[in-house]
Structures are given as structure tokens and as C-alpha cells.
């Protein structure tokens, strides 16, 4: 008897025969006394055939236009699935973002939720209707429809489900969890019960990517207990099976504390590193070398800097390798002879293999023995980033694997 | 320096490229100093793709979320368009009809517009914007999406027109207007370069589907100039032309009452004739014959009932061929032992000729010169109907090319 939201990606909608099996699971939920809201995205392929009607249009369309054409994916999904319940004999009822309204801010292609008013949806769940909402989009305060970038049907689901104040929120998709580490590199990889909002954070933001990290944010900031699940499994599958699979992104500490130091390994195959040497050592060189690549849009990740001597230092980033080339062209031509930097160089295939946990906060050694590992392999280990509950090493790229399997092994992540 | 209307078509519509074309010639209006609102059709196939997807889901949809669905299609259009319009350096805002907002009352999938709020169309207008408004669709006082039904995008772009004030709506769509009688039949048909508004209701309505009939019932009401004109002309061909090109409607008879007294010749391959024989003639008997009919929701066209003969009448009635054997059904099953006829009989193959003109008001003898011509052809008269402005036969459905022939000959309408 409790509040519940599901969303289901657009593999999970991607035909009027899936769009059933959705429609069949959520009333088994409904009809076990639970109230249900249903957020579902696009139609898979649908916002990719939409981009490209627009890509024939214009290079660059106008960020309004745009999230005007793309929003149209989720509403006929939402339609759909209204009928499809419907047809199956629940009471349905679907809106768009600004019927709701879910209001944004006007930062169109990439808008941030502002408020969601629960009124309507209150009223409909209260007279036994599943309410169902579209994901990623709202309407700002000029009445623009908006949308929330990529993947934002994951942080319209989470954000729902805060107003809501829902007791969880189940995100369906076409993996059963959240993994140690990926299965396909290491096959004794274990789906975890649980996994706290940071740990998610780093392994979304480290290649895991289960979940939109915007939404693991939001779950985070409202502690929506949010659960990954599997929509592929048999729609009658048992309620008390189904609602204990996935993995919970739990807010409860204590009892994850007491499990395993590390939660799982992370690894980003698609890193570079540059390094630009001889940089004289004075205050605001990194602000000369790092604003310069941020206002060229470039992202970084790691930066180090060595210990001075003489005057000079070194001073290593690592950027994506889309983005290399541009990187090294910023540096080249706009940095380096202004610092009076003696030269620049890079890597373009490094990788980079971060073991995380919030266990290791309390747990000293963590580092010592993840060092240990990689060396016994004769990985070197070209940079190191640490934060409270990760530890993040650079590799060469041919060993990314190899550093995985140990890894997974030496803290024992085979075990339940 | 006016404010004009350009509605298009789902064909007009139907790829980028041609939406590019689309684009080009709202540009070529507005470089010309006019403020241009434009309405958009779905891209052609859209809404039946996005139809059979809900077919495939339920057989009888909620038309409230069938209207959600169909919705997006235009949606999408309005988009597109604007982007186009961006593109070739025009500044151009879309909106959904909800937006504007255009509100009808709750009758999904068939609503009736009951106000346009003209504001921020105007605002944008007076910015030296292009407005794209979606056509098709409106919203109700709940905030539900609702549509106009097929066709409606014609609706809309007049009923838009009226609201502004605009000084002509012109519907682009693949003819090039409005023909004396249908061309593939008389190879001599002319193009009519303005037709009154009646003779248009009249026309549309016996088959020469240009426009969707409440879109030229509500030209009539608001006294809206409405051209019909071709898409598929050169986009950049010269103003001057294009704007004197098609058919217009007009609401100025006088000029039209010295030209031709017959403005065309419509017809209706499409026709059913049942009659009910041996009925006693009493009041109330014609409602209850109809009345069964029409609640079987069976539209009825021609109807005549014979002067009544010792207490007995015949009653006689024309529907469309989809609906005969229903209807046949309903009459037997339902009525006739009910009011006592001797019999019902049918006939599935007859067509409907009509001649249509204001003229006619003030000439006499059309009717006669009509009567002979059929007889001179040998073609055999069945039923006969009139109003101000037309005159329709019912024959033989094998004279129908026939007759058609003759009459657009006989009232000389090959000469311009």
C-alpha cells in the first residue's frame, strides 16, 4: 500500500507488444493495493529519427525548436501505454510535463527541474488511476515546452517520485543491476544488493553507466530510495521476487558499513593524458593551462601536478579521446608559448581503473593493496586520483583488463 | 504589408526537403513585407503511423489519450518548420496549438474551437517573427490536449485567420484549386478563379474534396478570404502570380452574379438508394424510419417522400455505399413490421450529379435546361433534390461520367 514509480526506457517501449508487457507489470503492481505512477520514455529509435529530421533541416537547430520536436517522442508514449492499461481494464491517464506541470528553468536541450506540482496527479492516483507521465521534458515559465538532455526520462522519474514523496522508485531496464564490475570483462562480476548514492555516483560517473548521473544526483539530494531493475523478466513474475531484484541505491549507511571495503571496479577504457612539462612555477599556471581547454569545451578529468624543482614543474591531465586532438591543439596554439612552457606531449591510449566503496573511508590499506595488485601484474601505474571513497589509476591502455580481473579478485569481489 | 495565413498540407509536408520548399516560400511572403502565420499538417503518413500503433494496442482507444498521440505529429511539423525558416536567416517561433492557446470544447478526436487567444501571436508577429501554429488541435479547459478530427489542420488555419484578422488564409495543398466538375471525368474543366462560399459548401460537401467542409463553414461565418492554391509550384515563382493563383472564395457575390450562372458540376459516385414501400401515411412516421437510421449513426443525403395514395406512401432515401447493408439491416430489423410497411427495397449502384451555382438564384430554367440534357442522353432521372444554389439528380451509377460530360457542355462551362 505504498506510493511506488516506475520508469521504463525506450528499449523497454520499443514496440506495441512491449509497450503491453509494461502496461501488464505495472497492474500487477496496481493491483496488489499500490498506487502507481509510470513514467516511460520515448519509443526506442524514436528521438534518434527525430534529431536526424532535424539534422536534414539544419546544422545547428534552435535549442527551442528542438526541444519542441523531441518532446513529441515521450508524449505518444505516454498516450500509448494509457491505452494499453486501458485495455487491460485499469483506469489510466497520461500527461505531458506541462500538464503537470514540471516546471524548468529555460536552459532548452539541458533544462533543470524546477518544481513538479503534485495536484493533479494526487487527484487522479486518489480516484485508482496509474497516472503516467512523460519523461524528460517540462515547460518553463514562458510556457516553452523544454527538454532535460539525454536521459533525462531517468532524473524526471526520480525528480516525480521526491514531489511525490514516493516510497520507491523503480527504474526498468534492459540490465537486471548494478554489477562489482562489467561481466563482460570479468565473468565472475556479481550484481550488488545494494549500493549507496555515492558509490553509484562514482561508478556512473566512472563508466557504469546504469543509470543518468543527473538522476543519481537527484535521488541523492531528496534520498529516493531508487531501485535498477530488469524489465525483461516474465511481467507476472511474483511482486515479492520482483521487488527485492536489481540493485538499491539504499541512503543507509550502517548497515552497508559493515559489508565488503570495496563495492565494485570501475574502468574508462576511452581516456588521454597530456602532459606539458617545464611550466615555470608561479601562482595561476593551472588557471592558464586548464582555462584555456575549458573554454574550448573540452572536459577534464585527473590533473596532477609534480613537485617543483628548480622553478619549473609538470603539469598532466587527462581529457576524453574525442576530445584529444582539439586538446592539443589548444595548448599548442594558445597556451604554450604564453606560460613559456618547454613542450607538450600525450598519451592516446591510456585507460583509467578506479576501485570504489564507501567501506574504505574507515578501512586504511586500500590503496596499498590496490597498488600492490597492479604491480605484481607489472602494471605501472602513470597517475593516481583519490577521493573519499575511490581510488582512480591511470594505466596503459593494453592492461586495462588484466587490471580489472585482479582487482575484482584481490578484494574478493567473487563472493557474495 | 498584410497579415496573411498559409496553411499546408500533409503532402506539402511529406519530407525535409520538402519542408525546406515550404520554408522558401513563407520567406518569399514575408520579404514582401506581409506577417506570415503558418499551419502545418503532420508529415504525411505520420498520423496514420501514429493511428495504427494505437490500433495495434486497443481496438476501441480513449479518444482523450488518442488525441494525445495524434497530437505529436503536428507537433513535430511546427518544429521542423521553424527550423527551416532559421535556417534561410528567418526569425520563426512555433507552437502547439495548447501554446497559443486555441481553446475547443471536450469533444476528443472531434472538437469545435471556441476562442483563439491572438497575444503572443501578435507579439511575435510585430517582432518580425514567423509564427508556425500547429494546426489540428486545441486544448480544453482541463488542460487535455484535444483534435479537430481528419482535416482539421483547414480549420484551423482559417479559424486562426479569423482570430487575427488576417486579410486572406491561403491553403496550400496538391491541386491548384477548385475545377468546374472533376477533370479526370471532363477533360474541358476549367479552373474557377473565385467561388462564393455556398457554392463551395455545396461543392465540397457533393465531392470535390479540396477543403474540409468546417473549414469552409467557418470561412462563411467569420467572412474570411480563403484560397485555395498549389504547393508544388516553383517556391521563389513571383508573387504577383502566386497570390492571384488558385481559387479564392470570396464573400462578394456581386461581381459573381454576372458572370456564369452555374459555377460547376458536382457529383458522387458513392450512393445507395432505399426505399420503403407501402407505409401508411401518418404523422410521425418519417422520424421513425430516420430516426432508427440515424442512431445506427448512418448519414442520410437525398430523402423524398411520395404524395400518398388511399392512406398508403412511399418513403425513399439515398446513403453512403458503406453503410447500405447496415442500413438495410436496421430498416428490417427494427422498422418495418414496427410502422407496418408492405417492403423495402434498394438499389446499391446509383451516383449523385448536381449543378451548383449563386447564379442560378436569379436565373429561371435551370432546372428544365438540366432535365433536358439528361433526357436528350437518354439518362433516366430517379430522384430529385434542390436547394438555392444547386440541383441534384440521382441516376444510374453507369450514366454518371455521362451525364457529367453533358452538363458541364450544356451550360457551357469549358469557356472562361
Known amino acids: ?18 509497450i503491453k508487457n509494461v502496461a501488464k507489470r505495472v497492474a500487477k503492481w496496481h493491483d496488489a493495493g499500490h498506487q502507481i505512477v509510470v513514467v516511460p520514455s520515448a519509443m526506442s529509435g524514436e528521438t534518434n529519427r527525430l534529431l536526424g529530421l532535424a539534422k536534414e533541416i539544419s546544422e545547428q537547430p534552435d535549442p527551442r525548436e528542438l526541444d519542441m520536436l523531441a518532446s513529441t517522442g515521450e508524449q505518444a508514449s505516454v498516450a500509448l501505454l494509457a491505452m494499453a492499461l486501458q485495455a487491460i481494464g485499469k483506469q489510466a491517464v497520461s500527461y505531458a510535463g506541462w500538464q503537470v506541470p514540471i516546471k524548468t528553468d529555460s536552459s532548452y536541450t539541458k533544462a533543470r527541474i524546477r518544481s513538479i506540482d503534485d495536484a493533479k496527479v494526487r487527484r487522479d492516483l486518489d480516484a485508482g488511476k496509474v497516472v503516467i507521465i512523460t519523461g524528460f521534458q517540462g515547460v518553463n515559465d ?50 550488488l544488493k545494494t549500493v549507496t548514492f555515492e558509490e553509484m555516483l562514482e561508478m556512473a560517473s566512472l563508466g557504469s553507466k546504469v543509470l543518468q548521473i543527473r538522476s543519481v544526483e537527484f535521488a541523492g539530494n531528496y534520498k529516493m530510495p531508487t531501485r535498477v531493475l530488469s524489465s525483461l523478466t516474465d511481467p507476472l513474475m511474483p511482486l515479492e521476487e520482483e521487488s527485492v531484484s536489481g540493485t538499491l541505491i539504499s541512503f543507509e549507511e550502517d548497515t552497508k558499513m559493515e559489508q565488503a571495503t570495496i563495492t565494485g571496479i570501475a574502468f574508462n577504457r576511452d581516456e588521454t593524458k597530456i602532459t606539458v612539462l617545464g611550466v615555470p612555477d608561479r601562482p595561476g599556471i593551472a588557471y592558464q593551462i586548464l582555462g584555456a581547454v575549458a573554454d574550448a569545451n573540452i572536459e577534464v578529468d585527473m590533473i596532477i601536478q609534480n613537485q617543483s624543482v628548480d622553478g619549473k614543474t609538470d603539469f598532466t591531465f587527462t581529457v576524453p579521446r574525442g576530445e584529444y586532438t582539439k586538446a592539443m591543439d589548444v595548448l599548442n596554439d594558445k597556451v604554450k608559448a604564453n606560460i613559456g612552457a618547454a613542450s607538450i606531449t600525450g598519451d592516446a591510449k591510456v585507460s583509467k581503473v578506479s576501485v570504489v566503496g564507501v567501506g574504505m573511508r574507515s578501512h586504511v590499506g586500500i590503496a596499498s593493496q590496490m597498488f600492490r595488485t597492479l604491480s605484481e601484474e607489472g602494471i605501472n601505474i602513470q597517475m593516481i586520483s583519490t577521493s573519499e571513497i575511490k581510488i582512480s589509476v591511470l594505466i596503459d591502455e593494453k592492461y586495462m583488463e588484466l587490471a580489472v580481473r585482479a582487482l575484482h579478485k584481490a578484494f574478493g569481489l567473487e563472493n557474495a
Open 1 to 18: 500500500m505504498a506510493l511506488i514509480v516506475h520508469k521504463y526506457g525506450g528499449t523497454s517501449m520499443g514496440s506495441t507488444e512491449r
Open 142 to 191: 514562458d510556457g516553452d515546452i523544454t527538454t532535460l538532455g539525454r536521459g533525462g526520462s531517468d532524473t524526471s522519474a526520480v525528480a516525480v517520485a521526491a514531489a511525490l514523496k514516493a516510497a520507491e522508485c523503480l527504474i526498468y531496464t534492459d540490465v537486471d543491476g548494478v554489477y562489482t564490475t562489467d561481466p563482460r570483462v570479468v565473468s565472475e562480476a556479481r550484481r
